[in-house]
């Protein structure tokens, strides 16, 4: 094989491999989101609507929830479960979450 040809596939692969990587750093879909949102209805009730003794997430804006989940990960913020919990999401996933929240009705 040609040095100019191994170029070219070089070339090639990278484009392709730069063209799955962006599709990987969009957004992720509706679906996903309310999941992994459905992971805080035990404590935060459904939809963020909570029970009676209970923090509610609905209509909390996502610049606050973002905030106290990063505080809960790094420690900042003393908790019984939530620093445990905020450390299996990543950055992009809380933000996606305190969003689906934010935009529920209190």
């Known amino acids: 094989m ?3 040809r191994l170029i070219v596939q070089a070339s090639l692969m990278a484009v392709a491999l730069s063209s799955a990587l962006s599709a990987q ?8 989101v309310r999941s992994w949102a459905a992971g805080c209805a035990n404590c935060h009730g459904t939809n963020g609507q909570a029970l009676q003794g209970m923090e509610p997430l609905a209509g909390v804006s996502q610049e606050d929830i973002i905030r ?7 420690g900042r913020k003393p908790a ?4 445990q919990l ?6 992009e996933q809380i933000q996606a979450i305190a969003g689906y929240f ?5």
């Open 2 to 4: 040609s040095m100019k």
């Open 80 to 83: 019984t479960l939530m620093h």
């Open 25 to 32: 750093a969009q957004a992720p879909d509706a679906r996903q």
């Open 86 to 91: 905020s450390k299996g999401y990543s950055d």
């Open 102 to 106: 934010a935009a529920q009705k209190k």
């Open 68 to 74: 106290k989940m990063q505080d809960f990960k790094t």
